[in-house]
């Protein structure tokens, strides 16, 4: 990767994250998503071959040297997936009222019972608690049960077919969030330099330390809020946490759909107060998997996540699996850009600005968002080994642009999904007065300020020392 020189830039600070699959596998559509404006691509390995997401990983790669810029790549694994066996006839109709059976044994079901292949569930139920079958399509009470069965009532009935999908709302599974096939899919992207990994089926804060152990600084790690029961426990998981989404699909299937939008401006707004990059996810431009523009809803559900401050908004079967994947990646783009040109959004940042924590670091950066804002300053350029220098920037929500320089590429990468922040992959400085000349040659070169424009710079001092943000300076860029 060429040093200090990277063309590219976005006109927002809103990060897009972008889901590979069929529809977008092959280098020219990746390249071509990443010039419409993806920043981050998601691997989902719920789906593919280990063959399949290491030719696209070799693909961003290749495109990252070409462009000269850092791409950040998440590796987002499946999680356990709980579903019933089979019927005998593929499919049956269940009424309410009807009593239906849910056991271990394995011979085809029918309109009395099904398998149900998770002694797991079974040794967490208890009376009365709700099943919900093919996302909440069907949904089942339990009445009595045992080690190996569950009898239940018919609350919410329709067609059960082959397989489908089983959640067990307000219960928490004695299930690790990391089966055996994700820690396989682990090894695999960590040994291929993902940088960041997203962990499902989050149910407590013991999951993600267990993720955490396994991964051992290799990347940086996300946790998906998809469990209710995950949301009780918000304040552990931010914090052991390197990232957040609100898998609002999920969500919605185990908690009622008029909870959902409360809660995701509630997980936006803590990650923003911990620091934390926080995506919002599943369903937003749902109607392009087979239309070229979307509906006025799904705009207006981008504009709030965007109007929430939040640091990415994800596309996930839109660009994966959809007829239109550049389309929603542009919308996406469009949508971001023009919320924060509006002064409604500027000023709802700084009505729910969260307060600096009481720390030297978090009291200079604070100050440099002012300073930047005091002094029309184009740019705020941070000076990062571990990243924490920049992400107390993002976390202040400035109004300009952050230019994250730093020696450590693994770092550039990851701190691709930050807010705002337009990192550059460079060589390491040795004094204070070669950092500023750096920070204005690449801020010119970079298209963030022209000559006669300010710059506020943050950087820790000695330099390479994580987490020691101590100055601050104001800097002219020169012609």
């Known amino acids: 990767m060429k040093p200090d020189y990277h063309p590219f830039r976005r006109y927002r600070q809103t990060k897009v994250v972008a889901t590979l699959g069929p529809s977008s596998s092959s280098s020219e559509m990746i390249e071509a ?36 810029r850092p791409i950040a790549i998440m590796a987002d694994l499946q999680g356990p997936k709980l579903r019933i066996a089979t019927f005998g006839e593929g499919a049956i109709e269940l009424q309410p009222g009807m009593r239906f059976r849910l056991d271990l044994s394995t011979a085809p079901g029918d309109g009395a019972r099904v ?55 307000n219960v928490v599974l004695p299930l690790s969030a990391l089966t055996a096939k994700d820690q396989a899919d682990l090894a695999f992207a960590l040994s291929h330099g993902v940088d960041w990994v997203a962990l499902s089926f989050v149910q407590r804060a013991e999951d993600v330390a267990e993720a955490r152990r396994l991964i051992a600084g290799r990347a940086a790690l996300l946790s998906k809020l998809e469990k209710p029961q995950a949301i009780e426990h918000l304040d552990q998981i ?94 996406m783009d469009r949508i971001a850009h023009r919320v924060e040109q509006d002064p409604t959004y500027r000023t709802i940042m700084v009505a729910q600005h969260p307060d600096p924590r009481q720390t030297a670091a978090d009291a200079i950066t604070a100050a440099a968002r002012q300073v930047a804002h005091t002094v029309g300053a184009a740019a705020i350029v941070t000076y990062t080994t571990s990243g924490s220098t920049t992400l107390r920037a993002a976390r202040e929500r400035p109004e300009v642009p952050i230019l994250c ?75």
């Open 33 to 68: 998503l990443f010039r419409a404006g993806v920043d981050v691509f998601r691997l989902n390995f719920s789906h593919g071959s280990h063959d399949d997401h290491l030719a696209r990983i070799e693909a961003i790669r290749a495109l990252e040297d070409r462009v000269s």
């Open 115 to 169: 398998g149900l292949p998770h002694p797991e569930i079974f040794a967490a139920l208890v009376p009365g608690t709700d099943l919900l079958l093919d996302d909440g399509k069907v949904r089942l009470r339990v009445g009595t049960y045992g080690a190996d069965f569950a009898e239940t009532e018919v609350v919410v009935g329709g067609r059960l077919s082959n397989r489908k999908g089983v959640n067990v709302p």
């Open 238 to 331: 931010i914090e052991l946490s390197d990232g957040l989404m609100v898998a609002r699909g999920d969500l919605g299937v185990e908690m009622p759909a008029e909870d959902v939008p409360s809660l995701q401006k509630n997980i936006v707004y803590q990650s923003r107060k911990a620091g934390k990059p926080v995506i919002v996810a599943t369903q937003m431009l749902e109607s392009m998997i087979n239309a070229p523009t979307p509906t006025r809803a799904e705009a207006s559900d981008v504009a709030t996540a965007v109007y929430d401050g939040a640091d990415a908004v994800m596309l996930s079967a839109e660009t994966a699996s959809g007829r239109y994947p550049l389309e929603a990646v542009s919308m």
């Open 405 to 479: 320089l730093t020696s450590h590429l693994a770092t550039a990468r990851r701190l691709v999904l930050a807010y705002g922040t337009h990192t550059v992959h460079t060589t390491d400085v040795a004094s204070v007065a070669e950092m500023v000349v750096k920070a204005c040659r690449i801020a010119y070169l970079d298209g963030f300020a022209e000559p006669g424009q300010r710059l506020v710079i943050t950087a820790g001092v000695p330099f390479g020392t994580p987490g020691s943000t101590n100055m601050l300076r104001i800097a002219w860029v020169e012609g």
